[in-house]
């Protein structure tokens, strides 16, 4: 056999053995193609539409010049568009940039010089902010989504065109490029919460690993129905949720945004059996008046993460969803992001675990100097698994550390028992030094959730010029409850060692959220340093 025949038999190997984001989809049409994948608004997509307008969205593309390993910065709450734009990106070789829409000018200038973006995909909305925060990039690709219902307003945006025109006219056949499983798909940012963002970059091989996870460990069937309410942008409801779904073959429901109101309407008119949100948006629903009002029976699978569930709010979910099964989803988007679960069976019983690590995770706990520490202690939390990331985009040094001993390290602090599953206990940050001893910030939080009247609470610490670090609670009552100061600090003094009662008490509205539902201790910090 001539050297040329060993090289095209190499390629046709690749090709054939190949798993990337854009043949998950194809692969799902071939098997189910009329059955309806995605519901948004007033629109219905079956497998076969939706793959249709994927091939004529990434053909489009091409045409544009748009080409394999371009940096695209897509910016929009839930769409449809979203979910084409996703895939027609991956099929096309582009890597996706989704970026948080709340953001400041600022912060997304930082993000598009730091990825170096040519092109952005976004909701009209956006399309001022993007065009402020372009700087002196060579943008090269506009476009807008979700046109249909405002065509008049394309006009007042000359750069810009609408994808609707991108992929008009184009081919729906199978939009063909050279890939490989372990190159860049997605870039996602980190929230910056300890230092200026960090890019995670995540190849194809990272998210279908995790998929897999995901539907093992999640319970996950085709003929479930899905509500995909948290933000795309972020990496839960992206590769946690959307991700699998399409996978497996659901059909799924977009809402635009986590609307507790809309939320428990959908539920009822499309009988969805599953729901992922995180703490704070269940509270809102257990909080809401229509709650009661609507038939939720047809939830069977309730998922939360991104942040501690208090203990008192998952047996009140239990008793008023007595239909439903809890899992516990808990990890970070630079394991794209899945890394344990705590299944039903285990949610009393294991009551304020994260679980044991997925199917395709190794989890371990260490010291400071990467040793396993014994069952119970605290140490570290680290992962070995194919969902990594590769890398932090143009930071090799913070790869390095992020990697060090060929372990992932997550940040956070932990316990493992002698059955193997592990115990947040907080983030290494999230820690106060109160006095020269270390306190959970989570376990006065669910110290103060036992007390009747609380809705919301966050714990954070202040600078005292006697404790260095004084622990300070921030809550949220609920309506005609009467909850004073003096109040609070006796409970947990009952409960806890002194030294972990707060030292300070604030009383307020609500409490600061990013659009995923994490609470912002960081903002909180800032808010309440300077009131002691």
């Given amino acids: ?120 995909i976004a909701s009209e909305e956006y399309v001022p902010l993007l065009d402020a925060a372009t700087g002196r990039l060579n943008i090269k690709h506009r476009y807008i989504m979700d046109t249909l219902t405002i065509p008049d307003k394309i006009d007042s945006h ?30 996602l940012y980190t929230s910056g919460t300890e230092s200026r963002p960090k890019g995670v970059m995540l190849t194809h091989k990272s998210i279908l690993s995790e998929y897999v996870s995901c539907i093992i460990d999640g319970g996950m069937e085709d003929r479930d129905v899905f509500i995909h309410a948290l933000p795309f942008y972020h990496s839960a409801q992206l590769h946690v949720f959307l991700g699998p779904s399409i996978y497996l073959g659901t059909s799924g429901i977009i809402l635009e945004a986590a609307n507790p109101e809309g939320i428990l309407e959908t539920i009822e008119k499309e009988q969805a059996t599953q729901l992922f949100c995180p703490p704070t948006v269940w509270i809102a629903l257990l909080r809401h008046p229509d709650f009661e009002k609507r038939d939720l029976s047809s939830l069977e699978k ?25 899992w516990n989803f808990y990890g970070q988007t630079e394991v794209a992001p899945l890394a344990t679960a705590l ?83 907080d983030r290494k940050k999230d820690m106060i030094n109160t006095g020269g001893v270390n306190v959970s910030s989570r376990e006065v939080e669910e110290t103060i959730y036992e007390m009747d009247g609380i809705a919301e609470v966050a714990v954070i610490s202040i600078p005292d010029a006697y404790w260095i670090e004084a622990i300070a609670a921030i809550i949220v009552v609920k309506d005609n409850a009467k909850i004073t100061e003096e109040k609070v600090i006796d ?42």
């Fill in 491 to 532: 409970f947990c003094k009952s409960q806890l060692s002194s030294f972990k009662a707060p030292k300070y008490v604030y009383f307020t509205e609500d409490l600061p959220k990013n659009p995923s539902g994490k609470i912002l201790k960081r903002s909180l910090r800032e808010q309440y340093e300077s009131q002691n």
């Fill in 158 to 187: 000359e750069e810009w065109q609408t994808l609707e025109s991108v992929r008009a006219g184009h081919s729906t056949s199978f939009f063909e490029a050279a890939l490989e499983d372990d190159e860049l798909a997605q870039v």
């Fill in 1 to 120: 056999m001539e050297m040329n025949q060993f090289i095209d038999l190499d390629k046709q190997l690749e090709r054939a053995r190949r798993n990337t984001l854009g043949d998950v989809l194809t692969r799902t049409r071939d098997r189910m193609p009329n059955k309806l994948a995605l519901t948004y608004k007033d629109k219905q997509k079956t497998y076969a539409e939706l793959d249709d307008l994927v091939n004529q969205t990434a053909h489009g593309f091409q045409e544009r010049g748009m080409e394999k390993g371009d940096m695209i910065t897509v910016m929009s709450k839930n769409s449809l568009d979203f979910v084409i734009t996703k895939f027609a990106l991956a099929r096309l070789g582009a890597v996706m940039i989704p970026i948080n829409y709340m953001l400041s000018v600022e912060d997304v200038q930082y993000i598009l010089d730091h990825a170096e973006v040519s092109g952005f």
């Fill in 302 to 326: 309730c998922y939360y993460g991104a942040a501690i569930m208090p203990r008192e709010i998952l047996k009140e979910l239990s008793e008023r969803l007595p239909n439903a099964r809890f």
């Fill in 343 to 425: 299944k039903p069976e285990d949610q009393l019983r294991k009551l304020g675990s994260a679980g044991k690590p997925t199917i395709n995770v190794q989890t371990k706990i260490v010291d400071d100097e990467g040793n396993e520490v014994t069952r119970g202690d605290i140490g570290e939390i680290v992962h070995r698994t194919s969902h990594a990331m590769k890398g932090y985009l143009y930071d090799p040094e913070k790869t390095a550390e992020a990697f060090k001993d060929g372990w992932f390290h997550s940040g956070d602090l932990g316990t493992m028992d002698d059955e193997g599953y592990v115990t947040i206990v």
